[in-house]
């Protein structure tokens, strides 16, 4: 099974990626992943991926179209993949699709965990933590006993500066700008499955086991 993850920031995917690998025995494959990877083991990938990072620089398409395609020929992926974080662009899924082809295989489906962007704007700006213990919070879904105080340790919980709403819709607009034509893109194809991301986790995760066939 070859899956393509979407969904925007705060959607749950990392959570649902996890699910996923581990029931049905395929690699969770992310582009933070690969990248850290290769520029720990300075592969020529690597090198040439930290030279545009050191410079400031984005990494090209190219580059990080190449060090997906090396993953994916991995004994690991022979029975399938979940690739989360790309594509990104449909240039990106374009060059996924040209190889797969090279190789007579096809992505199964993409899977998009969709949260209206309201819901998403809740959930994480309401996001607090302790900044002496770590602990994790929400204002509405869990809240501290005392307001403002670490249940755990007592000091003060925070909101984090990428949980400021005006970050979080500066992160959910180029998601839209990126991601909708994606979506588009896989839903021609016939190739889109979508599950309400709004539902609690283990709801999330039972419709995707629906779509995709239950394994004991």
């Known amino acids: 099974m070859k899956i393509v993850l979407l969904g925007p920031p705060g959607a749950g995917k990392g959570t649902q990626a996890k699910s996923i690998s581990n029931r049905y025995s395929i690699p969770h494959i992310s582009t933070g992943d690969i990248f850290r990877k290769n520029i720990s083991e300075a592969t020529p990938l690597g090198i040439e991926a930290k030279g545009y990072m050191d410079k400031g620089l984005l990494v090209p398409d190219e580059v990080t179209i190449n060090m997906v395609k090396d993953r994916l020929t991995w004994e690991d992926c022979k029975n399938g993949y979940l690739l989360d974080g790309f594509p990104r662009t449909v240039a990106q899924a374009e060059a996924l699709e040209t190889f797969l082809d090279s190789r007579d295989e096809n992505i199964d489906t993409a899977l998009l965990i969709d949260v209206p962007m309201e819901f998403i704007l809740e959930r994480m700006t309401g996001r607090r933590v302790c900044g002496s213990c770590g602990a994790s919070y929400h204002v509405k879904f869990n809240p ?73």
Not at 157 to 163: A, G, L, T, W
Request: proline share 1%; glycine share 6%.
């Open 144 to 216: 501290t006993k005392v307001e403002g105080i670490c249940d755990v340790c007592g000091s003060e919980v925070v909101q984090r500066k990428d949980d400021r709403e005006d970050t979080v819709r500066e992160r959910l607009d180029v998601y839209e700008r990126q991601t909708q034509p994606l979506i588009d893109f896989y839903k021609e194809k016939n190739l889109l499955s979508t599950v309400d991301g709004t539902k609690a986790i283990n709801e999330v995760f039972n419709d995707i086991c629906e779509l995709f066939g239950r394994v004991d």
